[in-house]
């Protein structure tokens, strides 16, 4: 699918920005016209959308995520199919990711242990309701402004 920035998708999602690219998705910032709010989209890539595995996958990813309910696991609020691009809406999280974060250097470790105990907390959770996740890596942890990961 090629780029979406700007254009209205499912008549209420308007994509505002392009966010980031991991190895299957891309994420986009949208206005959604009926929340009245920023959100996230993430759509599978072209390529894996046409492999029924991987759109499986993506499904029981979203699936999965919308049924987990903790203040450090972004939520899930809607997925489905656009023009036979799965797609999952989350709520959208300001401030970056890990990963852009340590670009910027080395920290102590307080501010080190004050980011990753969030991170520990919803993967706990998670495992607790025999849920695993593929890859935890810098760029799937979100920052929000007070400094937290969700």
Do not use: C
């Amino acid at each position: 699918m090629p780029n979406l920035t700007h254009k209205t998708l499912l008549n209420r999602y308007n994509v505002q920005e392009f966010l980031g690219r991991g190895g299957m998705a891309e994420v986009y910032k949208v206005w959604d016209s009926q929340r009245i709010t920023y959100l996230a989209m993430k759509v599978l890539l072209e390529d894996f959308a046409l492999d029924r595995v991987f759109t499986r996958r993506f499904t029981r990813e979203a699936n999965t995520l919308a049924q987990l309910q903790h203040p450090n696991i972004v939520p899930i609020l809607e997925y489905g199919d656009y023009e036979s691009q799965p797609y999952l809406v989350m709520k959208y999280i300001p401030g970056g990711t890990l990963k852009d974060l340590l670009r910027s250097g080395a920290m102590d470790y307080k501010k080190a242990a004050q980011l990753l105990v969030p991170i520990a907390r919803g993967l706990d959770y998670a495992h607790r309701q025999n849920m695993f996740h593929r890859r935890s890596e810098e760029h799937t942890s979100e920052l929000q402004s007070q400094d937290y990961l969700v």
